[in-house]
């Protein structure tokens, strides 16, 4: 069964940085697209970026130009450096992945969720 584990929210004032980690364990015969998707309070979630096993990335109209999403092929890591924070960027922040567990059994599964709090 695979695991992630989220590292990284907390407590920023706005105009602050935080960089979330994201760390995938367990059996995983490929790792496809990664991702971050965040939920505000009384929200629904929604997409921040994702980042696919090539590179390729996309990101929500509201982070682009603040954040960067990247990732660890090796070691099936994910990472959003989140830059120029603002309060409404305030949310938990899942981690979401893609994977093959067979050569032909495709998965998804989720992280338990950081929390990131910007105050104004």
């Known amino acids: 069964q695979v695991q992630l584990v989220e590292s990284g929210g907390g407590l920023v004032q706005a105009g602050g940085s935080l960089r979330l980690s994201c760390a995938a364990s367990?059996?995983?015969?490929?790792?496809?697209?990664m991702g971050w998707y965040r939920q505000p309070p009384g929200n629904q979630r929604e997409l921040v970026a994702s980042?696919?096993?090539?590179?390729?990335?996309n990101y929500a109209d509201s982070v682009k130009g603040r954040f960067t999403i990247s990732r660890n092929n090796a070691k099936n890591t994910v990472y959003l450096q989140m830059n120029s924070l603002k309060p409404e960027d305030t949310a938990v922040y899942y981690c979401?992945?893609?994977?093959?567990?067979?050569?032909?059994?495709?998965?998804?599964?989720w992280g338990q969720g950081t929390l990131v709090t910007v105050s104004s």
């Open positions: 979401h992945a893609d994977y093959l567990a067979t050569i032909s059994r495709y998965l998804e599964v």
């Open positions: 367990g059996s995983i015969f490929s790792m496809n697209a």
């Open positions: 980042i696919t096993s090539r590179g390729g990335t």
